[in-house]
C-alpha cells in the first residue's frame, strides 16, 4: 500500500533527523564547554528535530487522503461528456463503479461505452498524478520540517519542554479516542437512523406489530413495502434474556454466596477459576453448543413429554445464554459480597443468627445495591449479546410468551439484515441501523444506572 | 507458605496473633507469676474459664489462663495491646470459631453448660451471651429493625406489639428511647457515633442475654459519649453479667468490680477493682498502671 | 432468662432446616456451574476429536499417459492440467469390475475426495518417472466414507453413505485397504467446500494479522492514555466525562462496533471489506477500553513514595512517568492486554458486520488480503448442512480454545512472574 510505504519513509526520515539533531547538539555545545551547557540532554535535541520532520508530514498525509477520493471524483464526474452524465444519485454511483471497475482491470473495455473507457483512462492518469503529487509534497515537508527542527537547535532552546509538551499532546490524543469513538458509534447510528426513519415513521417502528424486511425487487410487486414493526423484536429479546436471567441470576449469586462465605479455602480456590472458564468461553462457542447440543437436547424431551418444541426454540438459546452469564453475575457478587464488612458479619452471629439468617438478613441487604448494579450490567449484556442468539435462535419475528416457539432479536436481525451485500440505500439496511441506535440506547441507559449504583456502593464502605 | 501467608494477614489484623508471634519483643525483665495472682476464682460464679489456651495456628495467644466471673458483676480486662484480652473475651461466645486458624484449649462453663461441647449449640450459646463491638456496627436497617433483628430471628415476639414493647424496653435500657423515638424507621447508620454503639447494646440486649461481653466499646468514641455509655453499664450491671475489655484504666476503675491484669497473654493479677488499683500485687500489674508502658 | 433459652430452643429446628436447605442450594448453585463447564467441553471434544484424522483407502494408481492425456512429461503445463481424477475413477473401476451401472459407478468415483488428483499431480510433479509405472497409493476418501469408517457398527446405518457404496467401504475395510491417519491439512489449509479438504489454516492466519494490528494499535494507545488519565489530566468534568466514557463502552455490546466499523472504516472511509485491517481497527476500539482499565489499575498500584523519589531528585513528571512509573506498572499492563487480546480473538459479531465472513480458501499474506478469522469460520462451519462439518467445527472450537487457553495462561504466569507487592 502506498500509504504504508510513506510512513515506513517517514519512519527513516525521522531516524535521520534524530540522528542530526543529536550532531548538532553537541557542536553547539562545544564551545560552550560539553552538552552540560545546554538547556536539555542531546537526545530531546534530537527527539525535536524528529518531531518536526514527522508530525507535520503525517498530519498532511492525513489530511490528503481524506479529502483526495472526494476531489478526484468530483474532478472526473466534471470532466465526462454531457452525453454520458448521470441523471440521478443511483446512476451516479452505477456510473462510478463501472469506470472504476474499468480502470482497476475488473471490466474489460470493450465491454463498456467508449466515453466511459476514456473516463476510466483518464482516472487512471489522474489517480497517477494524485499519487506522484501526494509523494513529493509529503517528502518535501518532512524534509522541510525535519530542516527546520535542526537549525533550531541552540544551547538556549527548551527542548525538553517542548518535547514533553508535544508527547503530553499525544497522551491526550490517545485518551481522546474513548471519547471519539463514542462519538463515531453515536454518529454512525444516528445518521443512518434518520435516513430510516424517513422512509419508515418511528412510530410503526416502535410500537408495529409485523417485522418483515423483505423488500421487493420490483415496485409493482406484491407486498413491496415489507414492514418495520419492531416490537416482536423487542419482546424476543426480553423472553430470552428473561430466560438467561433466570438461569444466571440464582445460580451466580447462589455460587458467590457459597463460594465466598461456606466453601472451605481449597474448594474456592479450585471452583471460582473453573467457573471463570465460562467467562472466557468465546460466545461463538456457546451458540454452537446452544444449536448443536441443547436445542436438540430440549426439544428431544419435550417431546418425549408431548409438547411441541420448537427446533430453534428460545429456551435453548435463552439457557445457554444464562450458562455465558453465571460467571459474569457470580464475579460482580463475590465483589460486592466480600465488600461488606466482617463487622456487620460479627454482629449478626453475636446476636445468635445462623450463617444462612446472617447471609440472608444482614449482608444480602446490605450488598444489595451492588447485586443489583450488577445484574443490570448482566442484563445489558444479555440484550446485546449476539453469536448465541445468532446461531441458536429463529430468524422469524413471532410475537409470543412461549418459551418452546422460535423468536428472533434485535441482534439477530442486524446480523441477517447487514451480512452480505446489500445497496447502502435501502430500507432494509438502514433498519439494522435503527435497531443498532435501539439497542445502544438501551444498553447505554443501563449500563450508566448500573455503574452509578456499582460506584456508589463500593463508596459506601470505603 | 500459604497458611504462613495468612498468618500474616491474620496477625495484621489481630493484635493478639501479631504479639504472638514475637513474644520477645517486649520487655521480659519482670518475670511471670507462677500463678495468677490475687482472687481469680469466685463462689458462684456466672461463667467459669479453666487453664484456657489459645493458638492463631503456631502460635500462642492466651497461655493457661483460669477466671470466673460472678453473677452481675461487672468484670474489666485490661492490659497492653495484644496482651489477649480480646480473643479471651471473644472466646467467650464461640466468635472466635468465625477465624479458621484459631483453636482453643480449656474449660469455659457457662453455669452448667459447657461452651465448647460440641453438642452445645452455638446459636442458643450466642443469644445467652451477647456481645458489642469495639467499633459500632449497626446493621443498615432502620433503628428499629436494628434492635427488632435479634427478637425475629430467634421468635422471641409472635405479635407486633410484643415486639415493638421488646424494641422499647431495649432501647429504654440502652438510654437511647427518648433520642431516638421519633425517628425509629430511619437508618441506624445515621446516628452518631455514641448513639451508634448504644444501638448496638440496645440490640444485645433485646434478645435478654445472661452475659453481655464488650470488647473495648468506647475505644471509637468522644469523651461524652464514653461517659453515657459508662453510665450505662453501671445500670446495666443490675440485670447482666457483663464482661468489659478496655484500654483504658480510668473507664476500668469506674465500672467495673472486678478487673483481670493481662499480660502477653497471660493472666497476671484478678482482684476487686479497688485493690487492683490501690495495691497492685505484681510488678507488671504495678508497672502498667502507672504507666510505664500500655 | 430461662425463658428466652426456651424459645430460642423451640425455633432451633426449624432455623437449622432452612440454613441446611440454604446450603444445599449454594452447593448445587456451585455444582451447576462446574457441570456446565464439563458438559460443554466433554461435548465439543467428543465431537471434535474425529476431525483431527481423516480416512485414506488404498488405490493400485496406474500413472497411465494416456488416462492423463500427457504426451510431453516435460512440459509442465500439461503436467500441471492434466486429469489426475481419471487415474482415480480407473483405479477404482479396477478394484472394484463388478461395477458396471452408469449411476453406481457415479457412486463408486465418490468414494475418494474431489481433490485426491492434486495431489497425486503434486507427486508427479516432484517424481515424473512416475509416469507410466504402476503404485500403490493412499487416496484421501471422500467425507462420507470417512464418516462412515469412523462410525461405531450400530451407528453406521445412519451415516450419509448411499446404500450401495457400504459393501464396497466395507470390503476395503476387510481388506485392510483403509487407514485412518493424521489430518494434516486441517492445519495447512483454507476453507473449502468439501469437509474432508477443509482446513483452518487460513482463519488461523486471518486471526493472526487482525490480531497484530489490534496489538499493534490498542496497546499503545490504551497504556498512553491510562498513562494521560492517571499523571497528568487535571481532575474536572471534562476527565470526569472521558471516564465514564470508557466505563460505558467496556460495556456496549460488541456488534454495536460492527456498526461502527461499517459505517466509518468501510462505507465513510472506503477502506475494503473482509480485509484483517479494518478487523483489526474495529478490535482495537472495542479492546481499548478493557486495556485502558487495566493499565490504570497498573499504574495506580505503584505507589506514590516512588514517584515522590523521582521528582524530589528533580525528574519532570513525563521523566518520572517513563523512567519508573512505566516500567514498574509494566507486568499489570502487558497483563490486562492479553487478555484483552484474548477477548478480541475470541469476537466474532463485530466482524461479521464488515464482512468478514467471506469463503477464503487461500492463505492471506497480509492484514490487506480478504480473510476470515477463527471464531468466524467456527460460524460458517457450524452453518454447513453437512454432517462432518460437525467434527470440523469441533475441531476448530478446540484451536480456539487451545489460543485462549495458552494466552490466558501465559497472563496468569506473567502476572505471578513478573508482578511485585508493594
Excluded at chain 1, 562545544?30 to 535535541?45: E, K, M, T
Excluded at chain 2, 425517628?183 to 453481655?212: F, K, M, N
Excluded at chain 2, 483504658?248 to 469506674?254: D, K
Aim: charged letters at 15%; glycine letters at 6%.
Amino acid at each position: 500500500m502506498q500509504a504504508g510505504n510513506l510512513v515506513l519513509l517517514l519512519i527513516a526520515l525521522g531516524a535521520v533527523f534524530y540522528f542530526f539533531g543529536w550532531r548538532r547538539s553537541y557542536a553547539v555545545s562545544a564551545p560552550l564547554g560539553g552538552v552540560r551547557h545546554l538547556h536539555s540532554l542531546p537526545g530531546y535535541y534530537a527527539s525535536l528535530a524528529a518531531v518536526w520532520c514527522v508530525l507535520p508530514a503525517l498530519a498532511l498525509l492525513a489530511f490528503w487522503l481524506m479529502i483526495d477520493d472526494a476531489v478526484i471524483r468530483t474532478n472526473l464526474m466534471a470532466s465526462l461528456p454531457s452525453s454520458i452524465q448521470p441523471q440521478s444519485q443511483v446512476d451516479h454511483e452505477l456510473l462510478l463503479n463501472q469506470i472504476r471497475n474499468v480502470a482497476g482491470g475488473a471490466l474489460n473495455p470493450a465491454f463498456v461505452p467508449a466515453e466511459v473507457a476514456a473516463a476510466a483512462e483518464q482516472l487512471n492518469a489522474m489517480q497517477a498524478k494524485n499519487q506522484l503529487m501526494l509523494n513529493i509534497a509529503f517528502i518535501s515537508i518532512a524534509v522541510l520540517g525535519g530542516v527546520w527542527g535542526w537549525s533550531r537547535v541552540q544551547p538556549r532552546l527548551r527542548a525538553r519542554q517542548q518535547v514533553e509538551s508535544v508527547m503530553k499532546w499525544l497522551l491526550m490524543a490517545s485518551a481522546m479516542v474513548a471519547i471519539l469513538t463514542t462519538l463515531g458509534i453515536v454518529l454512525s447510528v444516528l445518521f443512518e437512523s434518520i435516513r430510516f426513519f424517513q422512509k419508515v415513521s418511528p412510530v410503526e417502528f416502535l410500537f408495529g406489530l409485523q417485522w418483515s424486511p423483505q423488500i421487493a425487487l420490483r415496485p409493482d410487486q406484491v407486498g413491496a413495502t415489507g414492514a418495520f414493526g419492531a416490537v416482536p423484536l423487542f419482546a424476543g429479546t426480553l423472553l430470552i434474556s428473561f430466560i438467561a436471567m433466570c438461569v444466571a441470576v440464582p445460580v451466580g449469586l447462589m455460587s458467590a454466596i457459597y463460594l465466598a462465605e461456606y466453601a472451605h479455602k481449597n474448594v474456592r480456590a479450585w471452583a471460582k477459576p473453573i467457573l471463570e472458564i465460562l467467562a472466557g468461553v468465546p460466545t461463538v462457542v456457546y451458540g454452537f453448543f446452544a444449536a448443536l447440543t441443547v436445542a436438540p437436547a430440549i426439544r428431544g424431551l419435550g417431546e418425549s413429554m408431548g409438547l411441541t418444541v420448537a427446533s430453534e426454540s428460545a429456551l435453548a438459546a435463552g439457557l445457554v445464554m444464562g450458562i455465558m452469564i453465571i460467571p459474569f453475575i457470580s464475579s460482580l457478587a463475590d465483589d460486592v459480597i466480600t465488600a461488606v464488612p466482617r463487622a456487620m458479619r460479627d454482629g449478626s452471629l453475636a446476636l445468635g443468627a445462623t450463617q444462612s439468617e446472617t447471609i440472608k438478613r444482614v449482608v444480602i441487604p446490605a450488598a444489595l445495591p451492588g447485586i443489583m448494579g450488577g445484574i443490570l450490567l448482566a442484563v445489558s449484556r444479555a440484550i446485546g449479546e449476539t453469536m448465541i442468539v445468532v446461531m441458536a435462535a429463529g430468524l422469524a419475528a413471532n410475537l409470543t410468551a412461549n418459551p418452546l416457539e422460535a423468536v428472533t432479536t434485535i441482534t439477530v436481525q442486524i446480523v441477517t439484515l447487514l451480512v452480505g451485500d446489500q445497496e447502502f440505500d435501502s430500507a432494509k439496511t438502514l433498519a439494522a441501523f435503527a435497531l443498532g441506535l435501539m439497542l445502544f440506547i438501551v444498553t447505554l441507559a443501563l449500563n450508566v444506572i448500573a455503574l452509578k449504583i456499582v460506584r456508589k456502593y463500593r463508596e459506601q464502605y470505603e | 507458605m500459604e497458611t504462613a501467608q495468612n498468618l500474616t494477614d491474620t496477625a495484621r489484623t489481630i493484635p493478639a496473633a501479631r504479639m504472638a508471634q514475637e513474644p520477645e519483643a517486649m520487655n521480659q525483665k519482670i518475670p511471670y507469676p507462677e500463678q495468677t495472682i490475687g482472687k481469680p476464682l469466685c463462689d458462684d460464679p456466672k461463667m467459669s474459664m479453666r487453664n484456657v489456651n489459645v493458638f492463631y495456628g503456631d502460635s500462642q495467644a492466651i497461655y493457661d489462663v483460669s477466671l470466673d466471673i460472678g453473677k452481675n458483676q461487672v468484670i474489666a480486662l485490661i492490659g497492653p495491646s495484644g496482651c489477649g484480652k480480646s480473643t479471651f473475651l471473644r472466646c467467650m461466645n464461640r466468635m472466635n470459631d468465625t477465624i479458621d486458624i484459631c483453636k482453643v484449649k480449656g474449660s469455659f462453663m457457662l453455669e452448667q453448660d459447657n461452651i465448647y461441647d460440641p453438642k452445645l449449640d452455638v446459636v442458643e450459646l450466642r443469644a445467652r451471651v451477647g456481645m458489642v463491638f469495639q467499633k459500632p456496627n449497626p446493621f443498615p436497617k432502620s433503628i428499629y429493625e436494628n434492635v427488632a433483628y435479634g427478637p425475629r430471628l430467634h421468635g422471641l415476639a409472635n405479635k407486633k406489639f410484643e415486639l415493638d414493647e421488646i424494641v422499647e424496653n431495649s432501647l429504654r435500657k440502652a438510654g437511647l428511647w427518648d433520642e431516638v423515638k421519633d425517628r425509629l424507621d430511619q437508618p441506624g447508620t445515621g446516628l452518631s457515633g455514641g448513639q451508634q454503639q448504644r444501638l448496638c447494646i440496645a440490640r444485645s440486649i433485646a434478645v435478654s442475654p445472661e452475659v453481655v461481653l464488650m470488647d473495648e466499646p468506647c475505644s471509637a468514641l468522644d469523651p461524652i459519649a464514653t461517659a453515657k455509655i459508662e453510665e450505662l453499664i453501671d445500670e446495666l450491671s443490675s440485670q447482666y453479667t457483663i464482661a468489659i475489655v478496655t484500654h483504658s484504666m480510668q473507664q476500668a476503675a469506674r465500672v467495673s468490680h472486678r478487673t483481670a491484669y493481662f499480660h502477653l497473654g497471660r493472666l497476671i493479677e484478678v482482684n476487686d477493682t479497688n485493690t487492683v488499683f490501690t495495691a497492685p500485687e505484681h510488678a507488671l500489674t504495678e508497672a502498667y498502671i502507672t504507666g510505664r508502658f500500655g | 432468662m430461662s425463658n428466652t433459652t426456651e424459645q430460642v430452643r423451640k425455633s432451633l429446628k426449624a432455623r437449622y432446616r432452612s440454613e441446611k436447605r440454604f446450603r444445599a442450594f449454594g452447593i448445587s448453585a456451585v455444582a451447576f456451574g462446574l457441570l456446565a463447564v464439563v458438559v460443554l467441553f466433554t461435548d465439543i471434544i467428543s465431537k471434535g476429536t474425529s476431525a483431527f484424522v481423516e480416512t485414506y483407502i488404498q488405490l493400485d494408481i496406474h500413472w497411465d499417459p494416456a488416462e492423463l492425456g500427457i504426451d510431453d512429461p516435460t512440459d509442465p503445463e500439461q503436467v500441471n492440467y492434466a486429469d489426475y481424477d481419471a487415474l482415480i475413477k480407473a483405479a477404482l473401476r479396477e478394484r472394484f469390475p463388478d461395477v458396471e451401472d452408469r449411476l453406481e459407478r457415479r457412486a463408486l468415483y465418490q468414494l475418494a475426495s474431489s481433490g485426491a488428483g492434486f495431489r497425486l499431480r503434486d507427486q508427479l510433479q516432484e517424481n515424473p518417472d512416475l509416469l507410466g509405472t504402476i503404485q500403490t497409493r493412499w487416496i484421501l476418501a471422500d467425507d462420507d466414507v470417512d464418516m462412515f469408517i469412523k462410525a461405531d457398527a450400530e451407528d453406521r446405518q445412519n451415516t450419509r453413505l448411499p446404500e450401495v457404496a457400504r459393501p464396497w467401504v466395507e470390503a476395503l475395510e476387510r481388506d485392510g485397504h483403509t487407514d485412518i491417519q493424521w489430518n494434516a491439512s486441517f492445519f495447512s489449509k483454507g476453507d473449502s467446500r468439501e469437509p474432508e479438504q477443509a482446513g483452518v489454516w487460513a482463519a488461523v492466519t486471518g486471526s493472526f494479522f487482525t490480531m497484530l494490528v489490534t496489538l499493534a494499535l490498542a496497546f499503545p494507545i490504551g497504556v498512553a492514555a491510562a498513562v494521560y488519565l492517571e499523571e497528568f489530566a487535571p481532575k474536572n468534568r471534562y476527565t470526569d466525562f472521558i471516564e465514564v466514557n470508557i466505563n460505558n463502552l467496556a460495556a456496549v455490546p460488541s456488534i454495536i462496533f460492527g456498526l461502527l466499523g461499517l459505517a466509518i472504516f468501510i462505507n465513510l472511509f472506503g477502506l475494503p471489506r473482509s480485509v484483517p485491517l479494518v478487523g483489526g481497527l474495529v478490535l482495537t476500539l472495542m479492546t481499548l477500553p478493557t486495556i485502558i482499565i487495566s493499565a490504570r489499575a497498573a499504574i495506580k498500584s505503584v505507589p506514590p513514595s516512588i514517584r515522590e523519589a523521582a521528582l524530589g531528585m528533580g525528574a519532570s513528571r513525563m521523566q518520572m512517568v517513563m523512567h519508573h512509573v512505566l516500567p514498574l506498572a509494566m507486568p499489570g499492563m502487558l497483563t490486562g492486554a492479553i487478555i484483552g487480546m484474548a477477548q478480541a480473538l475470541g469476537e466474532t459479531a463485530p466482524l461479521l458486520m464488515i464482512g468478514m465472513v467471506a469463503f477464503i480458501v487461500d492463505i492471506p499474506g497480509g492484514p490487506l488480503d480478504a480473510s476470515t478469522v477463527l471464531p468466524v469460520q467456527i460460524y460458517l462451519w457450524a452453518d454447513s448442512p453437512e454432517a462432518s462439518f460437525v467434527a470440523l467445527t469441533s475441531a476448530a472450537i478446540m484451536v480456539l480454545l487451545a489460543f485462549l487457553i495458552s494466552m490466558n495462561t501465559l497472563a496468569v504466569l506473567l502476572r505471578k512472574r513478573l508482578e511485585r507487592r508493594w
